[in-house]
């Protein structure tokens, strides 16, 4: 019961986080797309990890990363007061690039089966 307490309050989260940066904040650094790719939820629901992708010019995404970086105690007072949990959790932003270099093979299968690239 409790393990499907804590899937509940992780996917949760992760939707909250993820419709505070899109929607909520007001900072014209933040630009592409930011995509929340995983949480890792403490057994208490303490300290929260929280994996993130930027999917734009690098240019744009390292400006993108500091926002988001110097936003954490915006998104986590607004976390506070959308989902009720008795400890409202440390968020701490890691940058997951999973999806760029899935983007990337993609790619190279493609001019692979072009006939690109030998």
Do not use: W
């Not at 993820?18 to 014209?28: C, G, R």
């Not at 500091?66 to 701490?92: H, M, N, Q, S, W």
Request: net charge positive; charged share 35%; no cysteine.
């Amino acid at each position: 019961m409790a393990q499907f307490r804590n899937e509940k309050i992780r996917k949760t989260l992760m939707k909250e986080i993820s419709d505070i940066i899109q929607k909520k904040l007001n900072d014209s650094r933040i630009g592409g797309i930011v995509s929340i790719t995983d949480l890792e939820l403490a057994h208490d629901n303490s300290f929260a990890k929280v994996y993130y992708s930027v999917f734009a010019p690098d240019d744009i995404k390292e400006k993108t990363i500091a926002a988001i970086e110097e936003d954490v105690p915006k998104i986590r007072y607004e976390v506070g007061r959308r989902v009720r949990l008795r400890l409202t959790p440390e968020l701490r932003f890691i940058l997951d690039n999973s999806i760029e270099r899935g983007s990337r093979v993609i790619e190279l299968i493609n001019k692979i089966s072009k006939g690109e690239i030998k």
